[in-house]
């Protein structure tokens, strides 16, 4: 896994646990790992303030330039929650093995409540956490290679499923699909 070609990126929503999924695996099989929304905080300070003082929009152009400096540096690359509902980023995800964290609406409550991400507030967190991946599910569902769902169980067991999957071993408690179901979805 050292060019961009075998990257492998994490997509779900927010509060799945890319990030630190994403790390541990990385570390694991000793490959970069890219965090498209630490990117954008590196090159544009925290997000909240971006969507504050220059709205969405301006986050999103953001967030597509993360997605592909991450694509192209290849390793694990975790997205953002609504960085597949850019065209272009779901065009360039068919060149990579993609992988949909889960986790439920009961679990998620913990991991948002006294969020501070833009998207989650004003409303109750959860219910509109609830909304958002609902909209997103099929576009995640869609993309994904394969599902783990990290609702249970400690990081770890998600982490050595995932490393196995990307390995070639058995993928444990995922769900995988063929890369020709796969094409045949998105034809």
């Known amino acids: 896994m050292t060019s961009p070609s075998d990257a492998v990126v994490l997509i779900g929503p927010m509060g799945a646990g890319k990030t630190s999924i994403g790390r541990k ?3 694991a099989l000793g490959v970069p790992f890219f965090d498209t929304d630490a990117a954008v905080v590196r090159d544009h300070g925290p997000i909240e303030q971006l969507f504050v003082e220059h709205g969405e929009a301006r986050f999103r152009a953001a967030e597509r330039a993360a997605v592909s400096e991450g694509l192209a540096t290849g390793g694990i690359v975790s997205l953002g929650g609504g960085a597949v509902m850019n065209p272009e980023t779901r065009a360039d995800l068919a060149a990579h093995r ?18 501070n991400r833009p998207l989650l507030q004003g409303a109750d967190a959860v219910e509109r956490w609830t909304a958002i991946f609902e ?7 869609e993309l994904a290679d394969v599902t783990f769902d990290t609702s249970s169980g400690p990081v770890q067991d998600v982490v050595d499923a995932l490393v196995a999957w990307i390995r070639g071993g058995v993928a444990g408690q995922a769900e995988t699909r063929t890369d020709e179901s796969k094409q045949e979805e998105t034809a």
């Open 25 to 27: 695996a990385a570390r």
């Open 98 to 115: 993609v992988v949909l964290l889960t986790v439920s609406p009961r679990v998620v409550a913990g991991r948002v409540r006294d969020s």
């Open 135 to 141: 909209e997103r599910r099929p576009v995640y569902e």
